[in-house]
């Protein structure tokens, strides 16, 4: 039996080809794709318990970032819940961090924050501090806040931070749950 030698070109060539032809094409994304990636601000608060928290120790996990306050009455307790549910579908389950940022550092208190997720029924990491400390990374992502005695109005997307720390997706109450949890996927891979 005589073998034909292929130029050793070729060879490369056809294997190219044929992993490129297993590669799974990526996934369809339904937020804003941010351009050019770069990365998130950096993010740095007191959680829920107290302790102090930072962006970069969620690296390694889709990171989805809200900004709301505990007393709001309708959009930020129901973001936070289709988050929620976002993360239940998606399946990633830990690989996921729903982190809440405050605008009302005033009254959003670190036991404020426990009992708000406690009330919507969600896992998440809340985010407050000192006024200064929290305007600056309103401004970072470009939240707009404005306060009234009674009211807190703020610009409400959801950042979706990947597993490298890149700020990728911004998306709005325009999605679903399984378009988020499609993201969350998607950012995950």
Same mark, same amino acid.
């Given at each position: 039996?005589?073998?034909?030698?292929?130029?050793?070109?070729?060879? !490369?060539?056809?294997?190219?080809?044929?992993? %490129?032809?297993?590669?799974?094409?990526?996934? /369809? *994304?339904?937020?804003?794709?941010?351009?050019?990636?770069?990365?998130?601000?950096?993010?740095?608060?007191? @959680?829920?318990?107290?302790?102090?928290?930072? *962006?970069?120790?969620?690296?390694?996990?889709?990171?989805? *970032?809200?900004?709301?306050? &505990? =007393?709001? $009455?309708?959009?930020?307790? #129901? &973001?936070?819940? /289709?988050?929620?549910?976002?993360?239940? /579908?998606?399946?990633?389950?830990?690989?996921?961090?729903? %982190?809440?940022?405050?605008?009302?550092? +005033?009254? @959003? &208190?670190?036991?404020?924050?426990? !009992?708000?997720?406690?009330?919507?029924?969600?896992?998440?990491?809340?985010? &407050?501090?000192? =006024?200064?400390? +929290? /305007? $600056?990374?309103?401004?970072?992502?470009? %939240?707009?806040? #404005?306060?009234?005695?009674?009211?807190?109005? =703020?610009?409400?997307? %959801?950042?979706?931070?990947?597993?490298?720390?890149?700020?990728?997706?911004?998306?709005? @109450?325009?999605?679903?749950?399984?378009?988020?949890? !499609? @993201?969350?996927?998607?950012?995950?891979?």
């Amino acid at each position: 039996m005589q073998f034909r030698r292929f130029p050793l070109r070729l060879v !490369a060539l056809v294997g190219a080809l044929a992993i %490129v032809s297993c590669a799974s094409s990526p996934p /369809k *994304l339904y937020g804003t794709m941010l351009q050019p990636i770069r990365s998130a601000p950096p993010l740095a608060a007191i @959680d829920q318990n107290g302790a102090p928290f930072s *962006l970069q120790s969620r690296r390694g996990r889709v990171v989805a *970032l809200y900004f709301g306050f &505990t =007393h709001c $009455k309708d959009i930020c307790p #129901q &973001t936070l819940a /289709k988050l929620g549910a976002a993360r239940a /579908k998606s399946g990633l389950g830990s690989r996921v961090a729903i %982190v809440f940022a405050s605008v009302d550092p +005033m009254r @959003d &208190t670190p036991a404020s924050l426990r !009992a708000f997720f406690a009330r919507v029924g969600v896992s998440a990491i809340g985010l &407050t501090g000192t =006024h200064a400390q +929290m /305007k $600056k990374i309103w401004s970072d992502y470009g %939240v707009d806040v #404005q306060a009234t005695r009674t009211d807190v109005g =703020h610009s409400s997307f %959801v950042y979706f931070i990947g597993p490298r720390g890149n700020l990728r997706i911004v998306g709005g @109450d325009e999605l679903s749950v399984a378009q988020i949890a !499609a @993201d969350m996927r998607g950012l995950a891979r």
